[in-house]
């Protein structure tokens, strides 16, 4: 029953989300609710079952968290700053505006999480100076399109918290742990960036820019120093929890292993960034009761689809696993008996092609469930297993022809989107599948794998 209730779920967010062209948070609520009656006499109870685990999973807060901290950041002015910076650092470099453009993508997709967002935001900077610098706009525009997907897998990440609400991950897999793997991981797919950059570079001879034309480095931090205070709300609860220090306050027997193991790192981390951002952007926070009311009520419109889509999709998750997902996938992969590396590489493209239509989060949801239960089958760990989903879902921001960066790049640079296409997939897409082929077999090693 399990099975059929994936498929009912996923053809139901295909179809509204493709077909329709209603939102996916939508798509993920007539999905929920169309898998309830497989429950059959327990439909109230597995509603109430589902929507409590959804009500109550730390994760819900934190994704939404993230939405609106991106906001703050945004509207405080500490994006602009952070830029300055990246700027100084890699500006005599040649090809500097591609190599800020990737630095700049890390650096804010893990503060915005969303792929198109990232490279509107950063695009918005990088694209005008990379024709400054004579590159070709058909591969100025590949070129972001491929660095502002990386804001699918830097952590903190909205498709992190998707993964993480999955109830068969959150009870296999540490927040802490996953935090870190995912980053090592998302570090190779920031090296193949870096690499095809220097590719693009050397093929259309970019020359570096004149020094006079830069800020120096030690203006840009006088100036905006205190944007990278920002990371200190990730930085402080990793540190605590994880490695040498939190072992010294394990050891503390006022503190111990419960009192430390009570710091949720995913609500942490998202509220020490927002009161950071509050402090650091405080001159230019709304003061009077209007202003501050049109503030807060400006980042509504951002909420509404992600948050949607994140609740309704842990509530799904919680009905499939009650309906016997999991026994299901294994008794189909025992029935199969393919071997790993196969049902690996087979997963992998199955996953980017449907990552086509769909967003990461999209993806994810339709599919990230019954993706890592077959990988747990065929003998991958849970933590390998929840990281190669993710990696293979990145690749939804480069894969032609729905993908939204694609039409923003273009749109920035006055390229054809059309002319990406076929770069996006050879240069960057069928490279991310390898790099998650390789991490699954455990050729490129992460934390806890």
Not at 360 to 374: D, N, P
Request: charged share 10%; net charge neutral; glycine share 10%.
């Amino acid at each position: 029953m399990g099975i059929i209730a994936l498929v009912i779920f996923v053809l139901v967010l295909v179809l509204w989300s493709v077909k329709f062209k209603r939102n996916l948070g939508e798509a993920a609520l007539v999905g929920f609710i169309a898998i309830l009656p497989l429950g059959g006499s327990d439909f109230f109870s597995l509603f109430t079952q589902a929507i409590t685990f959804a009500s109550t999973f730390s994760v819900l807060y934190a994704a939404l968290a993230f939405v609106f901290m991106a906001y703050i950041i945004d509207k405080l002015g500490i994006v602009e700053k952070l830029l300055n910076i990246l700027n100084s650092m890699v500006g005599r470099i040649p090809g500097a505006p591609a190599y800020m453009d990737a630095i700049g993508s890390v650096a804010l997709g893990t503060l915005s999480g969303g792929d198109s967002g990232n490279t509107a935001a950063t695009g918005s900077v990088t694209g005008p100076w990379m024709l400054k610098n004579k590159w070709d706009k058909n591969i100025a525009a590949t070129v972001m399109v491929g660095n502002g997907g990386m804001a699918s897998v830097f952590p903190p990440t909205t498709s992190m918290f998707i993964i993480l609400g999955f109830a068969p991950v959150a009870a296999a897999v540490g927040v802490g742990e996953y935090y870190i793997a995912l980053f090592i991981a998302a570090l190779y797919q920031f090296a193949h960036r870096l690499i095809m950059i220097w590719f693009f570079v050397k093929k259309q001879g970019i020359k570096a820019f004149p020094a006079e034309d830069l800020k120096p480095l030690s203006v840009s931090i006088k100036e905006g120093w205190t944007s990278i205070l920002l990371y200190l709300g990730a930085i402080i609860p990793l540190i605590l929890t994880i490695g040498p220090l939190s072992s010294y306050l394990e050891s503390i027997p006022s503190i111990g292993e419960s009192g430390l193991g009570s710091i949720d790192i995913v609500v942490w981390i998202p509220t020490l960034m927002i009161l950071i951002s509050l402090i650091l952007g405080w001159k230019h926070v709304p003061k009077s009761k209007n202003e501050l009311l049109n503030f807060v009520m400006g980042s509504i419109p951002r909420f509404t689809t992600i948050g949607a889509l994140i609740f309704f999709a842990v509530a799904a998750s919680e009905v499939l696993t009650t309906l016997g997902l999991s026994e299901n996938i294994s008794s189909f992969i025992e029935a199969v008996n393919s071997p790993a590396w196969l049902t690996l590489l087979l997963l992998g493209i199955g996953i980017t092609i449907i990552a086509g239509p769909l967003t990461s989060t999209g993806t994810l949801t339709a599919v990230g469930l019954v993706s890592y239960e077959i990988l747990v089958a065929s003998g991958f760990s849970p933590i390998i297993s929840a990281i190669v989903v993710m990696t293979f879902a990145s690749t939804s921001a480069q894969m032609p022809p729905a993908s939204g960066s694609i039409y923003i790049a273009s749109g920035i640079v006055g390229s054809k989107p059309e002319k990406t296409f076929g770069m996006l997939l050879l240069y960057y897409a069928v490279p991310v599948v390898i790099i998650g082929w390789l991490i699954g077999m455990g050729i490129l090693p992460i934390w806890g794998g």
